[in-house]
């Protein structure tokens, strides 16, 4: 491609409405722009690596033996009710009405409606199993856009779905998934983790993983082992259960069932405690502000926070330095909304403001977990304004009928898994997610076989789904820098780039010319920029469209020698024209393999 017929504007400065430095890359070099909030065009260049990102997952579902279909975008509003997510989705569907006032979903994902397809399309065993994929358009009406592709309103995505008579069916299929996404992800160049997640609205609980690309910008937080393997989402990642080792009893199952005179005698040996001891702390209603006031580790404090579940009000006791993990306390009290408090159901719940709520002589359900109930003693509110308590003990002075994880992992957690690493906390990018759903649609939409023995039985279904376009987004925020791009051989736009500093000189124009056509005779693909520009302007465009092998023509032409660059190893040489061409295949080559 001539660079000078290419639709291709760059822009000098990075656009106000980028927040992250890759989206500011590829709104400069020309690859998307915005229609509105969440909403993206892709122009010629950004349509190139979305396209090679759909080819290297088509060849690895082929290889998988995954088939493609095509699902419509718009899918009847009485499916999803009755698959029970409509409620679930909320504000975040998108719909429509027909003239009729028939209520559409624009497809924000397509478990309802491949469900459908099957159970009109299957009904004996002997068609199962049966995979199928898709990658297109999905809407989701998200509150806040931001990070560009990140998190849009329209997104490109690659959805699967398998179908199987049985649980060992499905974990074949989701082993041979789970096996594909690594394919994917290390042929587009990302590095990545595979984590335990949560299922979220997709819904199932027979098992699932996040795929991470690693970023610094990115929204979701993973707890990673560097002793074993163990890598999982903070939401899900467990924590260990205090083991007794300093106050003598055996995990949290141990404490919830151990009457409070026997605990007291095995937690105090010789020493001996006293009764709370309340102490005036005006105007101190925070962690840091109580440990900076009294010279205080958070540690040693415990956290009494009041969430609202299902409209029922409940404590969450974490240590100081600890967050709580409101899905873990939602799956524990089986609630499908919880949330913190607001201060005035604060104040109606405890009798006193935030700041100030602690556990002892509380009235509501008391969750704790398993570090405050490891906890000898601790400092908590009182439960009356301007004062806390210091002594305060679990087991004796507030309930232990309900331990548990109910906190966020931290930065030098022990590994739940191999018990002997220690985790680090590292931010990243969701771009691909595996679920195993089980009969969550295909018993509620009736998607069923007759099996060997003539009984009626729900498929066994999984999903599987990688955001196309945020993974395009995912590359370049990993191969951003210093106002450049360097893509990864599998996903440039060109594989090679040649610059004529100035297409004036005769010299210059005709060895670029051949250049041109010895690399495309080769199949590969070429941009050659032969526009009327300055040099600077042509060289800053190179980094923004980030070919990972660059040629420059410039002074030398005369006498058929260029400057070669590899972007991607660092190596710049000046060469012959014919040992230019042999480094560029000899890149080629090895990048196939």
Same mark, same amino acid.
């Given at each position: 491609m001539r660079q000078s017929q290419l639709l291709l504007n760059t822009l000098r400065e990075r656009p106000s409405e980028a927040d992250t430095e890759g989206h500011g890359l590829l709104l400069r070099g020309g690859y998307i722009r915005q229609l509105a909030a969440g909403i993206y065009s892709y122009l010629p260049l950004g349509r190139r690596v979305l396209r090679k990102v759909e080819d290297i997952v088509r060849e690895e579902m082929e290889r998988a033996g995954v088939q493609e279909v095509m699902l419509p975008s718009l899918q009847p509003a009485e499916l999803w009710m009755e698959s029970g997510r409509y409620g679930t989705y909320g504000k975040n569907l998108m719909t429509a009405s027909d003239r009729h006032g028939r209520e559409f979903v624009l497809g924000p994902t397509h478990e309802e409606a491949v469900t459908s397809l099957m159970k009109n399309e299957v009904s004996s065993y002997r068609k199962l199993p049966v995979r199928v994929f898709q990658i297109g358009t999905k809407f989701r009406d998200e509150k806040r856009p931001r990070f560009g592709l990140?998190?849009?309103?329209?997104?490109?995505?690659?959805?699967a779905y398998s179908f199987d008579i049985s649980?060992?069916?499905l974990d074949l299929s989701y082993r041979t998934m789970f096996e594909a996404y690594h394919r994917i992800f290390a042929r587009c160049g990302l590095r990545f983790r595979a984590v335990e997640a949560d299922a979220g609205t997709i819904g199932g609980d027979g098992g699932s993983h996040e795929f991470i690309a690693l970023s610094a910008i990115g929204e979701d937080t993973v707890a990673v082992c560097g002793h074993c393997d163990y890598a999982a989402n903070l939401e899900q990642a467990e924590t260990v259960a205090?083991?007794?080792?300093?106050?003598?009893?055996?995990?949290?199952?141990?404490?919830?069932?151990t009457p409070p005179e026997t605990r007291d005698e095995a937690a105090a040996g010789s020493v001996s405690f006293s009764l709370p001891e309340k102490f005036h702390t005006p105007d101190v209603r925070t962690i840091d502000q109580l440990?900076?006031?009294?010279?205080?580790?958070?540690?040693?404090?415990?956290?009494?926070?009041?969430?609202?579940?299902?409209?029922?009000?409940?404590?969450?006791?974490?240590r100081g330095d600890h967050e709580v993990n409101e899905l873990k306390v939602g799956k524990y009290l089986g609630a499908e909304? +919880? @949330?913190?408090? !607001?201060?005035? *159901?604060?104040?109606a719940a405890a009798g006193v403001i935030s700041g100030y709520v602690g556990p002892v002589g509380l009235g509501l359900p008391l969750l704790v977990d398993h570090a405050v109930a490891a906890m000898t003693e601790g400092i908590a509110g009182a439960g009356e304004p301007d004062f806390h308590l210091r002594g305060v003990r679990p087991g004796r002075d507030f309930s232990l009928a309900r331990v548990g994880d109910f906190r966020n992992a931290a930065e030098g957690d022990e590994c739940p898994r191999c018990r002997e690493g220690r985790l680090t906390l590292h931010r990243g990018i969701e771009i691909g997610h595996v679920f195993k759903l089980g009969t969550r649609y295909s018993g509620k939409l009736g998607a069923a076989f007759l099996d060997a023995s003539g009984r009626e039985q729900s498929m066994i279904m999984g999903c599987y789904g990688i955001g196309i376009s945020r993974l395009l987004a995912a590359v370049a925020e990993q191969n951003a820098g210093?106002?450049? +791009? @360097?893509?990864? !051989?599998?996903? *440039?736009?060109?594989?090679?780039?040649?610059?004529?500093?100035s297409v004036k000189e005769e010299a210059q124009t005709a060895l670029g010319d051949k250049l041109y056509g010895t690399l495309q005779a080769l199949g590969l693909e070429v941009l050659l920029d032969d526009r009327d520009e300055r040099p600077g302007v042509k060289f800053k465009d190179s980094g923004l469209i980030g070919a990972p092998q660059v040629v420059v023509?410039?002074?030398?032409?005369?006498?058929?020698?260029?400057?070669?660059?590899?972007?991607?190893?660092?190596?710049k040489e000046t060469l012959g024209l014919d040992e230019a061409v042999l480094r560029i295949k000899e890149h080629v080559n090895n990048s196939r393999i």
């Open positions: 990140l998190r849009g309103r329209e997104f490109i995505m690659k959805d649980e060992e069916g205090w083991n007794g080792a300093n106050a003598g009893f055996d995990g949290a199952e141990s404490v919830s069932n440990a900076a006031a009294y010279s205080l580790n958070p540690e040693q404090i415990i956290k009494t926070l009041i969430y609202r579940a299902d409209g029922e009000s409940v404590a969450v006791l974490v909304d +919880i @949330a913190l408090a !607001d201060s005035d *159901a604060v104040e210093d106002g450049t +791009i @360097a893509w990864p !051989d599998a996903l *440039a736009p060109y594989a090679v780039q040649i610059i004529i500093v023509i410039g002074r030398e032409a005369a006498v058929g020698r260029v400057e070669y660059e590899n972007r991607l190893s660092g190596v």
